[in-house]
């Protein structure tokens, strides 16, 4: 269930073809979680690594730094220059931005015009379909080589639970809204399941490629890609490549025009080289800080914070709570292993949020200890000064002595004796 609401929020990037197939099977679910995303650039890098064609490119963080990095693409490679803005969210080319720069994509043949480009870019806030209503703070742009794209296809690969494994999909209807191609035209739409011990085959390669219509070599080329691509997927525990568009340029080369790549938290530990690029400028600051104690936080617009162990308690708190004419500020989940500075990390990062009234701690012990829970309750409401109603209910390992540590601190703690008891005492005590 984390990784389902995480999905929702941290996924934004890439979850297109995950939209394809759950539209085209009701009952496709994913189940690994998906939090790493790396800019385009960064992905692109990667593809470059493996032989996959792709742009040829410069990365800028200063205005100063424009017009040397366009020259040289002018005079090695480029006939034309395209200046995009390095954000997560996807809708740049309708973005705005605060400076009143309209577009975060721009394409010019005069490189002396990139430096006011990349002035009226870099340190503004573009606000597009898929960023919050403030926009996202834009610190870099990348400056690359236009080419001119005769046709765009689409072409994804992506981890389903279905399958027990990838899936490749795609469609000869790329370079737009892939999920409105889906809707209308689902005819247009292709996957396959692609076996996890025998690898891509060469044959199914070359039938996506000619499903997505290439032709002649260039059907070759484009199936030289895709296999590629899932040797890319596979080497970077990828649970998702989607390339749109997968497009034929006018002199016939395949490329890779833009790329959006999600990775397994869980293969963290073999892929630190990846993990360590990511950019945490678009992240809450919370969910951050969070992580790095070991939690799973995710803000929300409600002012009832949530402390639950193990992430379907913690849907079913939210839903009880609102349930209950109660809306909840977040997401945030214990786990399994916490321990007693963990908890205190959590009530530090609920006490930064300014709009919570009330605290709702709701604990399941199985393996979680109610004794370093109560521990750990106790500790942050000696040192935290928490000024709000706080609601806790416990049950499961230990919980005789943890209501006793409760009961003995002296704080103005209201225990439950269940989970709806909680939710309307919680709820109530905001009105109170």
């Known amino acids: 269930m984390m990784a389902a609401l995480k999905g929702f929020k941290q996924f934004q990037m890439g979850k297109t073809a995950l939209s394809l197939l759950s539209k085209q099977n009701a009952s496709c679910t994913v189940s690994a979680k998906r939090m790493l995303n790396l800019q385009e650039y960064q992905s692109k890098s990667l593809m470059k690594n493996y032989d996959l064609n792709v742009q040829k490119f410069h990365i800028v963080d200063t205005p100063a730094d424009a017009l040397d990095a366009s020259n040289e693409l002018m005079n090695t490679c480029a006939k034309e220059l395209v200046i995009k803005a390095m954000i997560l969210a996807g809708g740049r080319g309708k973005g705005v931005f605060d400076s009143g720069l309209k577009g975060g994509v721009h394409l010019?043949?005069?490189?002396?015009?990139?430096?006011?480009?990349?002035?009226?870019?870099i340190g503004y806030r573009l606000t597009t379909k898929q960023t919050p209503p403030g926009g996202v703070k834009v610190s870099k742009v990348m400056i690359a080589e236009a080419l001119d794209i005769s046709r765009e296809t689409y072409f994804a690969i992506l981890m389903d639970r279905e399958y027990n494994g990838p899936v490749m999909v795609g469609s000869p209807a790329g370079g737009m809204d892939i999920e409105e191609v889906a809707e209308k035209t689902?005819?247009?739409?292709?996957?396959?399941?692609i076996d996890i011990n025998t690898g891509m085959t060469d044959a199914?390669?070359?039938?996506?490629?000619?499903?997505?219509?290439?032709?002649?070599?260039?059907?070759?080329?484009?199936?030289?890609?895709?296999?590629?691509?899932?040797?890319?997927?596979?080497?970077?525990?990828?649970?998702?490549?989607?390339?749109?568009?997968?497009?034929?340029?006018?002199?016939g080369d395949v490329v890779c025009f833009d790329a959006k790549m999600n990775f397994d938290d869980n293969a963290e530990f073999r892929q630190k080289k990846i993990f360590e690029m990511e950019d945490h400028s678009e992240s809450d600051p919370r969910e951050v800080e969070a992580a790095q104690s070991g939690l799973s936080y995710i803000s929300m617009d409600g002012n009832i914070a949530c402390l639950v162990n193990g992430a379907g308690l913690a849907m079913a708190t939210m839903d009880m709570i609102q349930h209950c004419g109660g809306k909840p500020a977040n997401f945030l989940d214990l786990g399994g292993g916490v321990q007693e500075e963990q908890v205190f990390k959590a009530f530090e990062i609920i006490k930064s949020i300014p709009q919570v009234d009330a605290i709702l701690v709701n604990i399941f012990g199985g393996i979680v200890n109610c004794e370093t829970i109560a521990n750990g309750i106790v500790k942050a409401g000696q040192e935290l000064d928490i000024n709000v109603p706080l609601v806790v209910r416990l049950e499961g390992s230990n919980v005789t002595r943890a209501r006793e540590i409760l009961a003995e601190c002296g704080l103005p703690i209201t225990t439950a004796d269940g989970f709806g008891d909680a939710a309307e005492k919680v709820v109530k005590s905001i009105s109170a």
């Open 204 to 251: 199914q390669a070359m039938n996506m490629a000619k499903n997505l219509q290439f032709e002649g070599d260039k059907q070759r080329n484009a199936a030289d890609e895709i296999k590629k691509l899932y040797e890319l997927f596979l080497d970077v525990d990828a649970t998702q490549i989607e390339i749109n568009p997968l497009g034929e340029t006018d002199t």
């Open 186 to 193: 689902p005819e247009l739409i292709f996957k396959d399941a």
């Open 108 to 121: 010019t043949k005069d490189p002396t015009t990139v430096p006011d480009l990349c002035e009226s870019m």
